[in-house]
């Protein structure tokens, strides 16, 4: 009852920031089934989880609701439902494993860099391209899970469905670059985003690691 009762007294960012955390088990095991329900399901997890952390920024910032518990729970549970997804992707064969580990670990550095500047009495701003670089794993996210609903449809309701685009013409050999080759493309956008980020704020702030004992 008590923890309901402190979950009640959070304002509304906070509790969207909550529920984008309760999002990703849910999202992990929509997308570790590897079934054609799954696929749907972690699309529109994921987009609904996607348009929470718009709002609950947008809210805190227009009502005054900016709360020291948003400021560190609202990127951990971003990097908690990026990760999650690209993981899956991962144990799926969906993403390469050296792109997500490059993501992810950016992602640790620049945290422990926030860190240690917190510890310094500092605070680490977002950069431009930071933003981009979130933006650029959203989408990487998303054309994953829209080709992995498309390719399913396809085994589903037209086998064998590389025939069946071939079939088409050109429209459908159009289709069939983009399965192949869109998923990778954004992947690859965003890991040299997530790199070109990360080294940027390093050396933004490389005064930080000058006095390592203090």
């Known amino acids: 009852m008590s ?41 529109l997890v994921f987009g609904a989880a996607a348009l929470t952390d ?25 990097k908690l439902l990026m990760a999650s997804a690209f993981i899956s992707f991962v144990q799926l064969g969906l993403a390469p494993a050296w792109m997500v580990i490059l993501i992810i670990g950016r992602e640790f550095a620049i945290t422990g860099m926030r860190v240690l500047a917190a510890v310094q009495g500092r605070v680490i701003p977002a950069s431009a391209s930071g933003k981009h670089k979130t933006i650029s794993q959203i989408v990487a996210i998303l054309m994953i899970m ?45 890991a040299a985003l997530s790199l070109y980020s990360g080294m940027e704020y390093l050396i933004k702030n490389k005064e930080l690691f000058r006095n390592p004992n203090e």
């Open 3 to 43: 923890g309901w009762t402190s979950f009640q007294q959070l304002n509304l960012p906070n509790k969207l920031t909550l529920a984008r955390i309760a999002a990703v088990p849910i999202l992990m095991v929509c997308i570790l089934t590897d079934t054609l329900a799954g696929a749907y399901l972690a699309l």
């Open 54 to 78: 718009y709002w609950d920024g947008r809210l805190a910032r227009e009502h005054n609701l900016v709360t020291n518990f948003g400021r560190i729970m609202d990127p951990l549970a971003d």
């Open 146 to 190: 829209v080709v992995s609903v498309l390719v399913k449809s396809l085994e589903a309701w037209a086998p064998p469905w590389e025939q069946t685009l071939h079939a088409l013409g050109l429209g459908g050999e159009i289709l069939l670059l983009v399965i192949a080759y869109a998923p990778y493309a954004c992947l690859f956008v965003a």
